[in-house]
């Protein structure tokens, strides 16, 4: 008797205080739903027979060139007016999209209605990042001198280890 009691009390706690809801919401019974198709697909079709991994090899390569030294590169702006590529500048390494943070830009904290809540996070400067942006930052040769100096291109890049001819379509 006094396990049921424990029990009925326990289940109308959980449900007045949110934990347990007595009907599932629309996105609950969706998601659920969308579960069971996804289990149903992956049991008629399986995973790819994947046997070279040759992208992922790929993506790796590409990282670890990305990581060289000095690598040096040539960057680019398409002009629409010229219907050509002009050249910016004399670089290194790739152009880094704005919207790139250097931190996770969520944290997770708890939230005093008894659940764990994903808040933005500030980078190290103490802004918060867009999630997405147009923007590039270049590191770009100083044309007065050997220094390195960032440049916030707005336009669409196109960034190369080598010199691409002026007027490339």
Known sequence: MKTAIATALLVLALVTTGC?????SSDRVQQRQQE???QE???????PNIAHFRERRLVRDILEMRDQDGLTTYTYIWSEFQAKLVKLCNSIGYGIPYATQFTNPEKQEWHTSGGWVNLPQADPNGLFSPASAEGTWIMCQDPNSDAIRPVYVEPRTVTSPFPLPIGAQ
Not at 20 to 24: A, E, G, S, V
């Open 36 to 38: 069971i198709l996804l």
């Open 20 to 24: 347990l809801p007595l009907t599932p």
């Open 41 to 47: 697909g992956s049991a008629q079709v399986g995973m």
